[in-house]
């Protein structure tokens, strides 16, 4: 199956910051999306966006399918940023996303 | 439009029991896909349902098992209980092959 790697896997800002999470995939794939997991689970959708770019208030994505990889830009971050930032990939089987291991992402005040 | 929703959200069994877990996805959606979180491997897809046939399964035992309706909503049963079976398991719906939207989850405790 498609391998996903996250980097970093831990990240701490001071609020305000900006920050860049990379998500790398071994192979083609027809979906990708990064997903904010709260700390009581819930994988809250940030973006669909197997290839261009997206943004979202002071979130936007980019993925760049012919190099396999794709960045989540968090700009002026908040302590409500923190918790743990997912990327996932289908490959040709749809239905099934393949996740990485995500990024732990800690805003300090 | 209503989110995903699962239940039961907390669920404590002992080993060797079985267990059923709902998941009502979002008005319309066609698909739904179950997928288990731990601590140790992460998010691992389990398998996905598209108009009540199983389109793909993941590499997950013949205990876990699952179904899915003529309205959409699917269950997902886990016989024989081991402790390493303790999770948390979330549900996703999607309308076609793209945007998939989680449930709340499930955590389940096996003592």
């Known amino acids: 199956g498609i391998q996903v790697e996250q980097s970093p896997p831990d990240l701490i800002l001071q609020e305000g910051a900006n920050s860049t999470l990379r998500c790398n995939f071994s192979?083609?794939?027809?979906?990708l999306q990064w997903f904010h997991q709260n700390p009581w689970g819930q994988l809250i959708n940030l973006f669909y966006?197997?290839?261009g770019t997206k943004q979202n208030g002071r979130l936007s994505a980019t993925t760049v399918a012919t190099e396999r990889y794709s960045l989540l830009y968090i700009s002026s971050s908040q302590t409500t940023d923190s918790g743990v930032y997912f990327c996932?990939?289908?490959?040709?089987?749809?239905?099934?996303?393949?996740f990485g291991a995500g990024t732990q992402v800690v805003v300090t005040p | 439009k209503a989110g995903v929703t699962q239940t039961p959200r907390y669920l404590i069994k002992t080993r060797g029991q079985q267990v059923t877990l709902s998941c009502s996805p979002i008005?319309?959606?066609?698909?739904v896909s179950w997928y288990q979180q731990t601590p140790g491997q992460g998010l691992q897809f389990l398998f996905e349902?598209?108009?009540?046939?199983?389109?793909n399964k993941g590499n997950f035992p013949g205990r876990f098992s699952g179904r899915q309706f003529s309205n959409s909503r699917s269950e997902m049963n886990v016989s024989t209980l081991e402790l390493g079976d303790s999770a948390l398991y979330l549900c996703?719906?999607?309308?076609?092959?793209?945007?998939?939207?989680f449930g709340p989850g499930t955590r389940l405790l096996v003592l």
């Open positions: 008005s319309g959606h066609r698909s």
């Open positions: 996703a719906s999607s309308p076609q092959e793209e945007t998939q939207y």
């Open positions: 192979d083609s794939v027809n979906n």
């Open positions: 349902y598209f108009s009540e046939t199983q389109r």
């Open positions: 966006i197997p290839s």
């Open positions: 996932a990939v289908v490959g040709d089987s749809w239905g099934k996303l393949q």
